[in-house]
């Protein structure tokens, strides 16, 4: 009875992640997010806003038919 106690204590530990595991797993996370945001950042300032062509300029001179 004593043996199958620590067999089901012994299963439950093992499907579990460790903890260095997880803090692996948070670590490249973090290192990940030090190198994508500020490619980011410097993207997003370097980049030149243009309009679509459906909003470009519209002439305000009125067209006039010669008859």
């Known amino acids: 009875m004593k043996n199958d106690h620590i067999s089901n204590k ?3 530990f093992n499907s579990a ?3 260095v595991e ?3 797993v948070v670590i490249f996370i973090i ?3 030090l ?4 490619k980011y950042v410097d993207m997003s300032k370097s980049k030149v806003i243009k ?5 470009a300029p519209v002439s305000t001179q009125t067209i006039v038919p010669v008859a």
């Open 22 to 24: 997880l803090l692996i």
């Open 51 to 55: 309009a679509p062509i459906y909003e």
């Open 31 to 33: 290192v990940l997010a």
């Open 10 to 12: 012994q299963k439950k």
């Open 17 to 19: 992640f460790t903890l």
């Open 35 to 38: 190198i994508a945001i500020p």
